[in-house]
């Protein structure tokens, strides 16, 4: 935004009995009280009003020193405040080309278009409208070029004397506990298909983002308990043990720990045998032994 435009007097009465003055800051600090560079004051013609601009980002207070020539004491100081909230006149512009996707576009309001044309959304609709009306009077809606997460989720779909053309891709969820008119409009080319619909829904092998909105989703809850129970088994904890020179560990998070503990325990090699053994961390643990023997070329023994 462009600078804020701010005026100063000095005295009291007839403001043009104070002209010529050559008023200075000598005071404009920010919140934390840290010096911030002043801007300039001039003189308004020679009205005996002074102005200057500055671009407030935040609080700044300042005192103004009107200088000792035709001043007063009592009159030659002012104390103000600058604060962001001075360029509240600067809201209320034209917002013009919003080039990237509409995360939530309605909300629990109505999105109206009377007699105009809604054309090439070209980004995802993350949720159009959930909780709302989604009305076209007499108007065309075109090309929404990516799919739409979730239509119309509790909230009434209405196109009255218009055409709803071109879905180019899939309806994640069209309708969930909603209306779909169409009312003298001609609905076209929905791409996909849509089988087995209030059907047996069996063996679903991939992820499911919303099974059933406002339904029962059935025989879950015992399958996913033995899926906990077996996962725990199989991954382990804290306490898992990492076995012993006759025993593996039983858990992954077992495993783990072996390695951990081969890392950094303790070995013993005796010459005369060529055993070597291995035990965990404060050798607590024997956890393996190897015999290793002479070769042709090197003597391991003595």
């Given amino acids: 935004m462009a600078s804020k435009q701010y005026l100063l007097r000095f005295g009291s009465g007839n403001p043009s009995a104070y002209s010529g003055l050559a008023p200075t800051f000598t005071k404009f600090l920010n919140s934390a009280g840290s010096a911030t560079t002043a801007p300039s004051i001039s003189e308004l013609s020679t009205t005996g009003l002074y102005t200057f601009s500055y671009d407030p980002q935040g609080f700044i207070g300042f005192v103004c020193d009107g200088a000792t020539t035709g001043l007063a004491s009592t009159d030659r100081y002012i104390i103000g405040i600058l604060d962001t909230n001075d360029k509240i006149s ?114 679903v092998g991939s992820s499911i983002g919303a099974l059933a909105v406002g339904a029962t989703m059935q025989a879950i809850g015992s399958t996913l308990t033995a899926q906990s129970a077996t996962m725990s088994a199989i991954m382990g904890s804290a306490a898992s043990s990492f076995g012993t020179d006759s025993a593996d560990p039983t858990t992954l998070y077992g495993f783990m720990k072996r390695i951990q503990e081969l890392q950094e325990g303790n070995s013993i090699y005796a010459k005369g045998t060529g055993v070597w053994t291995i035990y965990s961390r404060g050798s607590s643990q024997l956890l393996a032994t190897k015999t290793i023997t002479d070769s042709s070329s090197q003597v391991t023994k003595t």
């Fill in 90 to 203: 600067e809201v209320g512009g034209t917002l013009t080309a919003l080039g990237s996707s509409l995360s939530v576009l309605a909300i629990g309001a109505t999105l109206t278009a009377q007699g105009a044309t809604l054309v090439a959304i070209g980004n995802s609709a993350a949720l159009l409208a959930v909780g709302a009306t989604l009305t076209a009077h007499g108007a065309t809606m075109v090309a929404i070029g990516n799919s739409l997460s979730v239509l119309a989720i509790g909230a009434t779909l209405t196109a009255q004397g218009a055409t709803l053309v071109a879905i180019g891709n899939s309806l994640s969820v069209l309708a969930i506990g909603a209306t779909l008119t169409a009312q003298g409009a001609t609905l076209v080319a929905i791409g996909n298909t849509s089988a087995a619909a209030a059907a047996t829904l069996a063996a």
